[in-house]
């Protein structure tokens, strides 16, 4: 599965202190059932937006300043080339993006032999507003879910239990859930940190329990606590010992109780 050291692993729950890049061309072949991967969006260009009623900068961090088309589609192609690798032939990767970086994507993934199975739009039910007044308001992002482009070769999908989850009618490709909240982030904060209620369905849509999820660009580990949660195993990477603690800490207080 991985032949290098985890900074955390205790059960069903490991974290790499690692370049994603390195650590993806060691991991073995055909190993994971499910990716779902939130990469950089390239958004750190000094604007400005909205965060808890105060404006603040948007820039994130090194890891998201904007990057040529060719630089970004590059960096694109090549992570997802190796998620293609490690992914087991009927398993899955969900991507979220933005129109910053989604169009990308989809094309690096129909590139690299995936076939796109949905275009899931997540719909923010409380965005912040668009402070400039220039654009309607951000409040969608896009969530690509595709498999192998192999044929014969049947996919992971509990189409059933998504629709006992939808009152027994069959769940449409607009989920709309609330940004993050306050509650997900006492421990600390990711700047990009997705709600728990979006990665419990994403997970229990495309796998069963005891099965291996990768997330290449686990941030604070909304990916591994909600695959925690559900009986599923967890590999997450990050060169950031500040979002790994973080993700160490929301670890120990879902097995704490």
Same mark, same amino acid.
Not at 171 to 194: F, R, Y
Not at 197 to 223: H, K, M, Q, V, Y
Not at 228 to 238: A, E, P, Q, V
């Given at each position: 599965?991985?032949?290098?050291?985890?900074?955390?692993?205790?059960?069903?729950?490991?974290?790499?202190?690692?370049?994603?890049?390195?650590?993806?061309?060691?991991?073995?072949?055909?190993?994971?059932?499910?990716?779902?991967?939130?990469?950089?969006?390239?958004?750190?260009?000094?604007?400005? !937006?909205?965060?808890?009623?105060?404006?603040?900068?948007?820039?994130?961090?090194?890891?998201?300043?904007?990057?040529?088309?060719?630089?970004?589609?590059?960096?694109?192609?090549?992570?997802?080339?190796?998620?293609?690798?490690?992914?087991?032939?009927?398993?899955?990767?969900?991507?979220?993006?933005?129109?910053?970086?989604?169009?990308?994507?989809?094309?690096?993934?129909?590139?690299?032999?995936?076939? *796109?199975?949905?275009?899931? !739009?997540?719909?923010?039910?409380?965005?912040?507003?668009?402070?400039?007044?220039?654009?309607?308001?951000?409040?969608?992002?896009?969530?690509?879910?595709?498999?192998?482009?192999?044929?014969?070769?049947?996919?992971?999908?509990?189409?059933? =239990?998504?629709?006992?989850?939808?009152?027994?009618?069959?769940?449409?490709?607009?989920?709309?859930?609330?940004? !993050?909240?306050?509650?997900?982030?006492?421990?600390?904060?990711?700047?990009?940190?997705?709600?728990?209620?979006? =990665?419990?369905?994403?997970? =229990?849509?495309?796998?069963?329990?005891?099965?291996?999820?990768?997330?290449?660009?686990?941030?604070?580990? !909304?990916?591994? *606590?909600?695959?925690?949660?559900?009986?599923?195993?967890?590999?997450?990477?990050?060169?950031?010992?500040?979002?790994?603690? =973080?993700?160490?800490?929301?670890?120990?207080? *879902?097995?704490?109780?």
């Amino acid at each position: 599965m991985y032949p290098g050291k985890f900074y955390f692993e205790e059960s069903n729950f490991k974290l790499i202190d690692n370049d994603t890049f390195d650590t993806l061309r060691e991991m073995e072949e055909k190993s994971f059932d499910m990716i779902f991967a939130d990469p950089p969006y390239f958004l750190s260009s000094n604007g400005i !937006t909205c965060s808890g009623g105060k404006m603040v900068s948007v820039n994130k961090g090194n890891w998201d300043k904007s990057l040529s088309i060719s630089e970004k589609h590059k960096f694109n192609r090549d992570w997802i080339k190796e998620c293609y690798r490690i992914l087991k032939d009927n398993g899955t990767i969900w991507i979220s993006g933005t129109l910053h970086n989604i169009y990308s994507i989809g094309m690096a993934l129909e590139e690299e032999g995936f076939k *796109i199975i949905n275009n899931i !739009t997540w719909q923010k039910t409380n965005p912040p507003p668009n402070l400039a007044c220039k654009t309607f308001t951000h409040s969608t992002e896009t969530i690509l879910w595709a498999r192998k482009d192999l044929p014969k070769v049947k996919y992971k999908f509990n189409y059933q =239990l998504m629709k006992e989850l939808n009152d027994n009618k069959q769940m449409k490709d607009v989920w709309s859930t609330s940004l !993050t909240k306050p509650s997900e982030k006492k421990n600390g904060k990711h700047p990009t940190q997705k709600p728990l209620e979006l =990665l419990e369905r994403i997970i =229990l849509a495309s796998t069963n329990e005891e099965d291996l999820i990768l997330d290449p660009f686990c941030g604070s580990s !909304t990916t591994g *606590i909600a695959a925690k949660k559900l009986n599923r195993n967890f590999i997450g990477i990050d060169n950031s010992k500040e979002y790994l603690d =973080l993700s160490i800490k929301r670890f120990q207080e *879902i097995v704490e109780g």
